[in-house]
């Protein structure tokens, strides 16, 4: 579907990349719209296993690598206004949730975004990218209904289908396939691994390849 126009868009994800493999094409599409677009990335991924093939990173270098790329993905993208949260990888589902809400409910009310994005509280895979669904639903829930955004999950889980049933929306942006690729090229610490191989699948037109790389689904969550 087409996406449709918003005030503001707030991404909320926990890891440098999360934007890049889960929505690039929806943040640049927005962007092209002339949607307002904010990312706030609560950490740099610093603990991330990917160090490059063959290796350019190590463990002390990562963060500094993690975020540049991040700076590069944004600029591929067209995104201007990047929050870095600067909270530690791994550790999202150990904070305290009252200060992880409190950050959720600041933003939403700085920016008074129309759309939030983020992660499924269940079935996003890493705990990290569950634990930031989980505060952002929360601090949400405590808005008053009249004034509450949208809110779209991404949820990627094997029991996905199961329990969700197919997504409520599907984005499909093959216009900004190239901001998406540039993005996906931006974070090569965890991207070169896979990326000449998707690279090739596209150029061949791959069904399923392209599917991936020109269309993202989200599932809308119903506030009780």
């Known amino acids: 579907?087409?996406?449709?126009?918003?005030?503001?868009?707030?991404?909320?994800?926990?890891?440098?990349?999360?934007?890049?493999?889960?929505?690039?094409?929806?943040?640049?599409?927005?962007?092209e719209m002339g949607v307002p677009v904010t990312y706030a990335c609560l950490t740099l991924g610093e603990m991330g296993r990917n160090l490059g093939n063959p290796p350019f990173a190590n463990r002390e270098t990562?963060?500094?690598?993690?975020?540049?790329?991040?700076?590069?993905?944004?600029?591929?993208m067209g995104l201007?206004?990047?929050?870095?949260?600067?909270?530690?990888?791994?550790?999202?589902?150990?904070?305290?949730?009252?200060?992880?809400?409190?950050?959720?409910?600041?933003?939403?009310d700085e920016l008074n975004p129309s759309l939030v994005i983020s992660f499924h509280p269940t079935l996003a895979v890493h705990p990290d990218h569950n634990a930031t669904g989980v505060a952002v639903i929360e601090a949400m829930?405590?808005?008053?209904?009249?004034?509450?955004?949208?809110?779209?999950?991404?949820?990627?889980?094997?029991d996905t289908l199961k329990q969700l049933g197919e997504p409520?929306?599907?984005?499909?942006?093959?216009?900004?396939?190239?901001?998406?690729?540039?993005?996906?090229?931006?974070?090569?610490?965890q991207t070169i691994w896979m990326l000449p191989d998707m690279e090739k699948r596209w150029a061949a037109n791959d069904t399923e390849a392209l599917d991936w790389l020109h269309n993202e689904a989200f599932y809308i969550h119903t506030f009780k």
């Open 168 to 189: 409520h929306i599907v984005h499909h942006t093959p216009d900004v396939a190239d901001k998406k690729i540039a993005a996906l090229r931006a974070h090569a610490s």
């Open 141 to 158: 829930s405590r808005m008053p209904e009249a004034t509450r955004p949208a809110l779209y999950m991404k949820a990627f889980d094997n």
């Open 80 to 108: 201007t206004d990047l929050r870095m949260m600067g909270l530690r990888d791994k550790t999202i589902e150990f904070e305290d949730p009252e200060k992880l809400i409190t950050m959720m409910t600041d933003l939403i």
């Open 1 to 31: 579907m087409m996406l449709q126009k918003e005030r503001h868009v707030l991404v909320v994800f926990p890891h440098p990349d999360d934007e890049s493999f889960g929505i690039a094409g929806t943040i640049a599409e927005y962007i």
């Open 62 to 76: 990562l963060p500094q690598i993690r975020k540049q790329e991040l700076l590069d993905a944004c600029d591929a």
